[in-house]
């Protein structure tokens, strides 16, 4: 079992432009959420989907939107980028049903916005 | 407003002894409570959950009590090693019932040969 993946693991992006990040879930697993992770600070909800549906949404702007496949994996685009972007971009995976509440992280993806 | 505080300081402790973080949180009414370990650079590893209605939990070194009347976390690791430094981040599920989680910024952990 891989585990989560991620990918890319690192990149350099200019401010205005846009970002795609992608996401594998664990086997098995049915729910991505995303988080935003700024130096020093601890990561922060931007969203989560489940049946290719955005089922919550933390406190980000329109920038920020996502995707789930029928697969399961997941997109994360951020439009417009600002410097303020600039953080590590991380994907949890967890099942759904049966009162699972373990997220299992991924290593990330390292944003920089330059 | 909604805060998770945890030390900013980090604890440096002598390898073999107990080392001992707190998580202290207000305005929320969490379900559950976990404990993750992040290496730099890494994304965060699972260790511990803890429900709303139980007071203690151990895997091998690691303890957690939960006491949500003082709404407050202790995580303890017991003959600490210096495998063991890593930052340690306490994390909220923000509503029953699903898995979105509030976290601390995390309390970094130096153990000392």
């Known amino acids: ?114 | 407003s909604q805060k998770i505080e945890q030390n900013s300081e980090a604890l440096n402790i002598q390898e073999g002894k107990t080392a001992t973080l707190t998580c202290n949180y207000t305005n929320y009414s969490p379900a559950y409570l976990q404990w993750y370990r992040q290496d730099p650079g890494r994304g965060p590893v699972f260790l511990l959950l803890i429900r709303e209605n139980e007071k203690e939990k151990r895997k091998e070194r690691l303890k957690v009590t939960f006491d949500t009347t003082l709404k407050q976390s202790l995580f303890h690791i017991t003959a600490s090693q210096p495998a063991d430094s890593a930052t340690y981040l306490c994390a909220l599920a923000v509503l029953y019932g699903n898995n979105r989680l509030a976290f601390g910024k995390g309390n970094q952990v130096v153990v000392i040969p």
């Open chain 1, 1 to 114: 079992d891989a585990g989560v993946t991620q990918s890319p693991t690192h990149l350099i992006k200019t401010r205005g432009q846009q970002v795609t990040l992608r996401c594998s879930p664990k086997s098995g697993h049915d729910t991505v959420s995303w988080y935003q992770q700024a130096l020093g600070q601890g990561p922060q909800f931007i969203f989560q989907y489940y049946e290719e549906e955005e089922r919550q949404r933390g406190n980000f702007p329109d920038r920020f939107s996502g995707h789930q496949f029928p697969n399961y994996s997941s997109e994360l685009n951020v439009n417009a980028l600002l410097l303020g972007d600039s953080a590590l971009y991380l994907c949890a995976s967890s099942l759904s049903a049966g009162g699972q509440e373990t997220q299992y992280f991924g290593p990330g993806t390292r944003l920089l916005v330059l």
